[in-house]
C-alpha cells in the first residue's frame, strides 16, 4: 500500500515541476556583460593569454595497433600478433603438455560453479546461480563538444 502512496506523491511533486516550466516559474538565467576594456598600463602587466597546445586524437585501432606491435617498428609479425593468444592458451595448459583437454579448457568455469554451489548438491539454485553473474563496467559517456559561446 505505501508504494502507492509513495507513487502517487511522486507524480504529483513531477507534475508540479511541470506546471512551474510550462507557466514561466523558471526564467533563464540572465547574462553576465564582459568586463571592460583594460587600459594600456593594466594590459602590459598581464601576461598574453596564448591557446593551450590541444593533446592529438588517437583511435581506438591506433591504440590497438600499438598494443599489438611490441617492437614499435610500424609493422605487427604473426609472432607479435599471435602473442596474446599464446599467453591465454600457456595459462589454461595447466600441465604444459601442449595439448589442453576439457578438463583444462573449463577449469574456470568448472571453479565458478563450485563456488556458486554453496550447499554442494551438484546444482545451482536461481540464488546461487545469481552468484555467477558477471560484472560489467558501464561504458563510459562520450565527452560532450565545447559550447561556442556568442559574443
Known amino acids: 500500500m505505501w508504494r502507492y502512496l509513495v507513487g502517487l506523491a511522486g507524480g504529483v511533486i513531477a ?5 512551474l516550466l510550462t507557466r514561466g516559474g523558471a526564467q533563464p ?8 576594456a583594460a587600459s594600456g598600463a593594466s594590459a602590459a602587466a598581464e601576461p598574453a ?10 583511435t581506438r585501432e591506433e591504440k590497438r595497433f600499438a598494443r599489438y606491435d ?5 609493422a605487427i609479425l604473426r609472432a607479435e600478433y599471435l602473442a596474446a593468444r599464446r ?21 574456470k568455469t568448472s571453479e565458478r560453479f563450485a563456488k556458486a554451489d554453496a550447499d554442494r548438491s551438484g546444482q545451482l539454485t536461481a540464488a546461487e546461480f545469481a552468484t555467477t553473474r558477471v560484472a560489467r ?3 563510459r559517456a562520450a565527452p560532450c563538444p565545447p559550447v561556442a559561446q556568442d559574443d
Open 15 to 19: 507534475m508540479g515541476g511541470g506546471l
Open 29 to 36: 538565467p540572465a547574462t553576465i556583460p564582459p568586463p571592460p
Open 49 to 58: 593569454s596564448e591557446p593551450l597546445p590541444e593533446a592529438t586524437e588517437r
Open 70 to 74: 611490441k617492437d614499435k617498428d610500424g
Open 87 to 107: 599467453k591465454a592458451y600457456d595459462k589454461l595448459d595447466r600441465n604444459h603438455d601442449g595439448r589442453l583437454d576439457f578438463e583444462e579448457y573449463a577449469v
Open 137 to 139: 563496467t558501464p561504458r
